[in-house]
């Protein structure tokens, strides 16, 4: 229905501090409904209007707040060699910076 699409848009919101926590929640609650290339235009365009700076403007999808050092960060894939079979079989996600971008969405 249109209202759960409204309130599962703005669930991104309510925790937001500071406004540029609160672009990332547009950016997120509401671009999540959009194919790839529209939300990077939306995304492009909400961080315009805001007046927020962000570290990769080519990129504006593959960032997130940092709040210990107040300010915008990509996001980095770094890859890690586990050693044991343990370790492999509980990590079964493997953190790119497409997994990671995708989970900041799902989690408001």
Same mark, same amino acid.
């Given at each position: 229905t249109r209202m759960g699409l409204v309130m599962s848009g703005l669930s991104?919101?309510?925790m937001?501090? +500071?406004k540029s926590e609160f672009c990332l929640g547009l950016i997120r /609650?509401? /671009?999540s409904y959009l194919s790839k290339e529209s939300r990077i235009a939306y995304a492009t365009e909400v961080f315009k209007l805001c007046g927020e700076a962000i570290p990769d403007a080519r990129r504006p999808l593959d960032?997130?707040?940092d709040p210990? *050092? +107040?300010c915008f960060d990509n996001y980095y894939y770094t890859m890690k060699l586990e050693s044991s079979i343990e370790a492999l079989q509980s990590n079964q996600m493997v953190p790119t910076i497409d997994?990671? *971008?995708n989970v900041d969405i799902? *989690?408001?």
């Open positions: 991104h919101l309510g937001a501090t +500071n /609650g509401l /671009g960032c997130y707040w210990e *050092r +107040n997994v990671q *971008r799902m *989690r408001p």
